[in-house]
C-alpha cells in the first residue's frame, strides 16, 4: 500500500519542515507523525488493514522501532493494535480518541499555515523551510557524530 504523503498540506508542512513539538499542542510530534500516516493510509485505502511491516516501510523505520511508538499510543488510547490471525500479521487502526484529537491539532496547523501564508508568502515560507531542514540537518549529523549509532 502506498501512501501520498501531501494528503494534507498543513500536516506535511509542520511535520516535515519544524522538526519542534511546541507546534502541536497536546500531543508530541512523533506521536502525531505515527498518527498521520495511518491516517493517510486509511484515508486512501478505507476498509483495508495497516499491517505494521507497511507502516514501517512508509515512514521509513524499522518496525521494532514503530512497535516502541504504537504501543505507547496504544497505552494512551489513541490505537488498537490488532492481530489479523489469517495473514500471521499484526495491524493498527485509529481510535475515536485520537480521531478527535487529530481534528483538533489539524485545525489548529491549518489556522497557523493560513496566517505564515498570509504573512510570509510562499516563497519566504518556502525559503523558511527550507533553512530549517537545512540546520536541523546540521543539528542531526553533529548528534550522530557525538553519539554514533551502535555505541
Known amino acids: 500500500m502506498s501512501v501520498e504523503l501531501k494528503h494534507h498540506p498543513e500536516e ?5 519542515n519544524f522538526d519542534i513539538d511546541k507546534v502541536f499542542s ?8 505515527i498518527l498521520y500516516y495511518i491516517k493517510v493510509a486509511q484515508e486512501k485505502h478505507p476498509g483495508e488493514k495497516l499491517y505494521l511491516a507497511d507502516l514501517a516501510a512508509a515512514m521509513g523505520v524499522r518496525v521494532t522501532e514503530l512497535s516502541k511508538g504504537i504501543e505507547k499510543l496504544q497505552d494512551n488510547g489513541f ?16 481510535s475515536s480518541k485520537a480521531v478527535e484529537l487529530m481534528a483538533e491539532e489539524q485545525a489548529l496547523l491549518q489556522r497557523c499555515y493560513r496566517r505564515m501564508r498570509a504573512e510570509l508568502g510562499d516563497e519566504e515560507l518556502r525559503r523558511a523551510a527550507a533553512t530549517m531542514q537545512r540546520a536541523t540537518a546540521i543539528l542531526k549529523e553533529e548528534r550522530e557524530k557525538e553519539f554514533p549509532a551502535g555505541q
Open 12 to 16: 506535511w508542512f509542520f511535520l516535515h
Open 26 to 33: 497536546t500531543i508530541q510530534r512523533a506521536d502525531y507523525l
Open 79 to 94: 490505537v488498537a493494535w490488532k492481530t489479523d490471525r489469517e495473514a500471521g500479521r499484526t495491524y493498527v487502526e485509529l
